[in-house]
């Protein structure tokens, strides 16, 4: 990130993207306190990508089957190209977010989490606690993150410069959008000053005068 706090600006000629977002939580979903997930995902989002975005949020309790329906409510029917949930991977006997998402799905992404894990092991050892995964569901990816605000943005932005010598690790997003168009969903343009989008060059667009 530069240190003069540069103003992201969205590109009207980009592609519009319909985005949903699930926060799984049986405490901020029963209102003992505020739901922060969703906010920092469309904090991060705002700041990552040009296009226009059409948000879709679920705010839901620690259960499976409520967690299954929203999903398949914002891929079926709200019709989002990319869906990404909050909360609930990890090993208490109530987070269930991974089993809610694998039993919606119809094809596992497995890369997703294991460099999800890979960023976070920067920072905890517990990291491999997590059981993040990501799948498609018809053409629309859905990817589970953490549910703090600041792993959700150190898991989609990477580690440039973890430190101690050690080389700098990818964020999830980078691949992000490639995967979206392989899905056949909108073209996905991001600023390049939060996270670099990754494709070959066949499959970029040339730049806009």
């Not at 992201?8 to 979903?29: E, F, K, M, N, T």
């Not at 209102?31 to 226009?52: C, E, F, H, M, S």
Request: glycine share 8%; with cysteine; proline share 8%.
């Amino acid at each position: 990130m530069s240190e003069t706090n540069p103003t992201y600006v969205v590109d009207p000629a980009a592609d519009l993207v319909r985005i949903g977002l699930l926060s799984a939580s049986d405490r901020a979903s029963s209102g003992v306190y505020v739901d922060q997930g969703i906010p920092a995902l469309q904090a991060w989002l705002t700041r990552a990508l040009k296009n226009p975005i059409d948000w879709a949020t679920r705010l839901v309790p620690d259960d499976e089957a409520l967690i299954s329906a929203a999903l398949i409510d914002l891929v079926d029917v709200q019709r989002c190209a990319l869906v990404f949930t909050t909360g609930g991977t990890g090993p208490a006997l109530r987070d269930v977010t991974p089993e809610a998402t694998l039993a919606v799905a119809h094809r596992t992404m497995p890369g997703f989490g294991e460099q999800m894990r890979q960023v976070s092991l920067a920072f905890v050892p517990t990291a491999i606690l997590s059981r993040q995964v990501a799948v498609t569901r018809g053409t629309s990816l859905i990817v589970n993150l953490p549910g703090q605000p600041k792993a959700i943005a150190e898991t989609l932005e990477g580690l440039r410069d973890p430190g101690a010598g050690r080389a700098p690790v990818a964020g999830i997003f980078a691949a992000v959008p490639y995967c979206v168009d392989l899905l056949g969903g909108p073209y996905l343009e991001t600023h390049d000053e939060v996270c670099k989008a990754f494709r070959p060059k066949s499959a970029t667009r040339p730049t806009r005068a």
